[in-house]
């Protein structure tokens, strides 16, 4: 009855669950080759070819597990924060960050915006909402969603605009800024949570949450060679050949920029407001290293101890072949 009670207790969590699992299936699936095998050749000889079949299957599979990066992996690749630096980067603890320019030493995107014969930038920052596009909406409704229209392409950031058009930011020389280029926000989304996260964990910079703060640019520097621009097959067959030959891993920086807001307060029932970014505030730079991990270290290790281990008990039983089959000769020789 204690039994039953102690069982009743045990909470059936997924590690439990799956500890047991593998358990009960290493005894059923095992335990069951092995019982066969030490009726017909014994105990001993039964758990060398057993373990022997076991590392052999587990060479397979952390071969598998080694080439794709899978099962039983370490750590992924993530970025690591090295310096948050508050104000001029020229101040900033990695000499590389020192030749990033400051914001307000480049034009703001709106500006680039309006200064660049680009369609699709301009249609989609430098527009705003006509009263024959909006036939429903009175003199008043018109003149607010115009204004926070304007407020939204005033507000825009060279990484959101260089997401919509390239091309733009590309002719202000934003894609060679010395060592560093601009990012897209398509390509800055796991720095951009990290610098983010990163933030938050330094109270003494006064962002409480994230609402009190706007994600500006992100810039990288360093890495792997990249596609150009409209690639065609060859450049893409000349890239990956250049990428896997490659041994080393160039160590690659990425900067992620972001500034305190103006409070507003906020109206039940309506949307929030458009974040403003408060020009007395200074801009905090997250300098960040992209960290490779060691995904396929875990799999490396499985496979290379699981051949050792598999080649040595293979000649365990050689020599104990050869043993036997000396005694036989012997037996037979002496019978003679």
């Known amino acids: 009855m204690d039994n039953l009670v102690t069982l009743a207790g045990l909470g059936w969590d997924p590690e439990i669950r799956g500890i047991l699992v593998v358990g009960t299936g290493f005894a059923v699936l095992m335990g069951s080759i092995w019982l066969?095998?030490?009726?017909?050749?014994?105990?001993?000889?039964a758990t060398l070819l057993a373990t022997a079949a076991l590392m052999g299957w587990m060479v397979i599979l952390g071969s598998a597990w080694w080439m794709y990066g899978s099962g039983w992996k370490g750590d992924d690749p993530s970025w690591k924060t090295i310096d948050i630096n508050v104000g001029d980067l020229r101040a900033s603890g990695l000499e590389l960050a020192r030749l990033l320019p400051n914001p307000d030493e480049m034009p703001s995107a709106y500006e680039l915006v309006v200064d660049s014969n680009d369609a699709a930038a301009i249609a989609?920052?430098?527009?705003?909402?006509?009263?024959?596009d909006?036939?429903?909406l009175s003199a008043v409704q018109l003149a607010a969603l115009r204004a926070d229209r304007q407020l939204r392409n005033e507000i825009?950031?060279?990484?959101?605009?260089?997401?919509?058009?390239?091309?733009?930011t590309d002719a202000a020389g934003l894609r060679s800024l010395g060592p560093w280029r601009l990012l897209a926000t398509t390509e800055a989304g796991d720095a951009q949570a990290q610098a983010a996260a990163d933030v938050l964990a330094h109270p003494d910079l006064?962002?409480?949450?994230?609402?009190?703060?706007?994600?500006?640019?992100?810039?990288?520097?360093?890495?792997?060679?990249?596609?150009?621009?409209?690639?065609?097959?060859?450049?893409?067959?000349?890239?990956?050949?250049?990428?896997?030959?490659?041994?080393?891993?160039?160590?690659?920086?990425?900067?992620?920029?972001?500034?305190?807001?103006?409070?507003?307060p906020t109206v039940a029932g309506e949307a929030p407001p458009r974040p403003v970014v408060d020009p007395d505030e200074s801009v905090v730079s997250v300098v960040m290293i992209r960290d490779l991990g060691w995904v396929r270290l875990r799999p490396a290790l499985v496979t290379i101890g699981s051949l050792l281990i598999f080649l040595a008990l293979c000649y365990w039983l050689h020599i104990r072949d050869k043993e036997l089959m000396a005694r036989r000769e012997e037996f037979e020789t002496a019978k003679a």
């Not at 066969?36 to 000889?45: D, E």
């Not at 067959?237 to 507003?264: E, F, K």
């Open 36 to 45: 066969i095998m030490a009726t017909n050749s014994g105990i001993r000889l």
């Open 124 to 132: 989609e920052f430098d527009t705003l909402p006509t009263a024959v």
């Open 134 to 136: 909006n036939p429903d």
């Open 156 to 168: 825009v950031t060279r990484s959101e605009l260089a997401a919509v058009s390239r091309n733009v």
């Open 206 to 264: 006064g962002f409480a949450s994230s609402v009190d703060y706007k994600l500006l640019d992100a810039y990288t520097t360093g890495g792997k060679p990249e596609l150009k621009d409209d690639p065609n097959r060859l450049d893409r067959i000349t890239h990956w050949i250049a990428s896997s030959a490659r041994l080393t891993h160039p160590t690659r920086y990425t900067v992620v920029q972001l500034q305190g807001v103006l409070y507003q």
